[in-house]
């Protein structure tokens, strides 16, 4: 009899101790890395933390660099993602960039885990922290926190940076492995037209005279007559108005000369 009441005795208590040591292992760093140590080593994963115990509780955390993100975005996206996995929004704050979340356990002692995610401002884009607690004595799986980490960090909308176009290099086309050279037309300019002026010979510096003339004082026909010129007479010009000549004879006498008593001489 007493047997059996040992026997009744230890059962509960070895069931008890036996999943505690299921919480623990469940909870385990060591145990988690080992099975994601075949997966690749992503932001998500390598910035995870655990900390905690089965008795007094865990506490997950994990963060993410976004550069090419804006915080209200990001919040945005946090709200409708953390609830599509099944969390609870129980507040956010957007100017603090703060959203907290809950999930009911129906497993293990019972109770609610929590969900933090700040969105933090960096100088070229945002942060997002993520906060995973359980009570004490609630079993889980870092596995499966772990997974929900990178789906909800990997999935933060980014910016698209559009690269300006690199500019394209010519090169001669290429048949085989020999370079094809294009020759260019040769361009040959006509040479401008040579526009030839004609200059009027250069006024006459001396006159003859063509028969005997009277030489006047001015240049007009009513005229008082100053002297008289022999036919063949050089004289040198002075001026001219209109038909007449101003001119000055051998001996120095100047005076005036219709035009059709003399002819030009250079």
């Known amino acids: 009899m007493w047997s059996e009441i040992r026997m009744a005795l230890l059962f509960p208590l070895a069931a008890l101790l036996c999943s505690g040591c299921l919480a623990q292992h469940q909870a385990s760093p060591g145990e988690s890395m080992k099975s ?8 998500c994963v390598a910035n995870l933390s655990v900390e905690g115990s089965y008795w007094a509780g865990h506490t997950v955390k994990s963060f993410g660099e976004h550069p090419n ?3 209200s975005e990001t919040l945005a996206y946090l709200l409708s993602k953390i609830s599509s996995i099944g969390y609870l929004i129980d507040s956010s704050d957007r100017e603090a960039g703060l959203i ?4 009911p356990l129906t497993f293990g002692k019972g109770g609610t885990t929590s969900l933090n995610a700040v969105v933090s401002r960096s100088q070229t ?8 607690r359980t009570d004490g004595m609630a079993t889980f799986s870092i596995d499966e926190v772990q997974k929900e980490f990178c789906s909800i960090l990997e999935g ?8 300006p176009a690199e500019p394209r290099v010519s090169e001669a086309p290429i048949v ?26 250069p006024s006459p510096k001396s006159l003859v005279v063509t028969r005997k003339a009277n030489l006047r004082g001015k240049a007009s026909i009513k005229s008082k007559v100053i002297g008289r010129l022999k036919k063949g007479e050089k004289l040198d010009i002075l001026g001219r108005s ?6 000055k004879s051998a001996s120095g006498l100047t005076g005036w000369i219709f035009k059709t008593l003399v002819r030009t001489i250079n």
């Open 36 to 43: 994601a140590g075949a997966a690749e080593r992503r932001a």
């Open 69 to 71: 993100s804006s915080q």
């Open 100 to 103: 907290r979340a809950s999930y």
């Open 125 to 132: 884009g945002v942060r997002v922290d993520l906060t995973f």
């Open 156 to 163: 933060v909308p980014e910016k698209e940076i559009i690269k």
């Open 176 to 201: 085989g492995e020999k370079p094809v050279v294009v020759e260019k037309p040769v361009v040959v300019e006509k040479p401008e037209p040579l526009i030839v002026q004609t200059l009027k010979s």
């Open 242 to 247: 209109g038909d007449w000549f101003q001119v």
